[in-house]
C-alpha cells in the first residue's frame, strides 16, 4: 500500500442543543500506520440535571518491523461528566425520579496498550498483549434517597421501610496492569488456540454517608450514623484457555475447549458502605 495520509471531521447539531465532534486523522508512512481519533459529544438531556458531556481521544499505530514481526501501540484518554442519567420509570418524579443533586466524574487518563504479534510460518502465530489502564470516578448527590429499615424498639420484630436523604461523596482510583499470551496454531482441519492472561490491580476508594442535614428527618443522626470509609484494595485474575476448532467439511466446524479463571477482588468497593474482604 502506498503512503497516504487522511483527514475526516463529521458535525452533528440537533434542535435540542445537542452536538458532536468527530474528527481523524490517520496515515501510512512506509511501514508504519496511524490514526488518531478524537469524539467530542454535548447532550443537554430531557430533564433538568440530565446533561452530559464527553471527551474521548484515541491514538493507534502499527509498525512492521521484519517480514515476521509487526508492533501495535493503543492509547487513549476519556473524560465524562454528567449529571443524573440514570433509567427511571418516572424521571419528573421528585420521589423517585432524577435526582437535582447528582454529579458525576470518570476519567481515563490515559489507558495504554502495546502488542506484538510474531508469524512463526503461515500456520503459527503467537501473539503478546500488554496494557496499563488508570481511571477516576467521583460522584456526590446532596439528594440521595435511599430506603432503609425501621423498628419501633430494637428487640421488635416488626419492620417498616422507610426511605431518607443523605449527601453522599464518593470517589475511586483504579491502576492496573493486564498481560496475555497467545499461540494460533493451523494443524490440518484443526485450528488451535492456547493462551495465558494475567491481571492485577490497585483500587483506592473514599466516600462519605451523611444524613441531609437540611431536611427534618425521623429518625435522626442518632440512628444513622455519618458513614466516612476510605480503603485500598487490591485485584487480581489469572486465566488459561485452550481451544480447538475442527473443520470437519466446509460448511460444518466443531469447537471445544477448557479454560480455568481465577479471580480475587474486594466484596463491595462499589457503593457505601464500603467492604474490602474478598
Known sequence: ER???????????GSAGNWQQIASQFGTLR??????DVDYRSENGYFPNTDSRQLSVYGKGKAQFTPADTGFL????NDYESGDTRQYYNPAD?????????RSQEVQEPNVFLGWHHEWSPSQHTLLLAGHLNGTLNYSDTNAIIPVLSRPTPASAET???????????????NAWTAELQHLAQVRAHTLVAGLRYQTGELDTAGSQIL?????QFPGPDVFPAVRQSTSTDLQR??????DTWRIVPALRLTAGVSYDRLDYPQNVDFLPLDPGE
Open 212 to 216: 441531609h442535614n437540611g431536611r427534618s
Open 74 to 77: 493503543m492509547v487513549n484518554y
Open 238 to 243: 489469572l486465566s488459561t484457555y485452550l481451544y
Open 160 to 174: 417498616a421501610l422507610l426511605t431518607r436523604v443523605f449527601d453522599v461523596n464518593y470517589g475511586r482510583e483504579l
Open 31 to 36: 511501514n508504519l500506520s496511524y490514526a488518531v
Open 3 to 13: 503512503d497516504r495520509l487522511g483527514f475526516r471531521s463529521t458535525t452533528e447539531y
Open 94 to 102: 421528585p420521589r423517585v425520579g432524577v435526582s437535582p443533586g447528582f
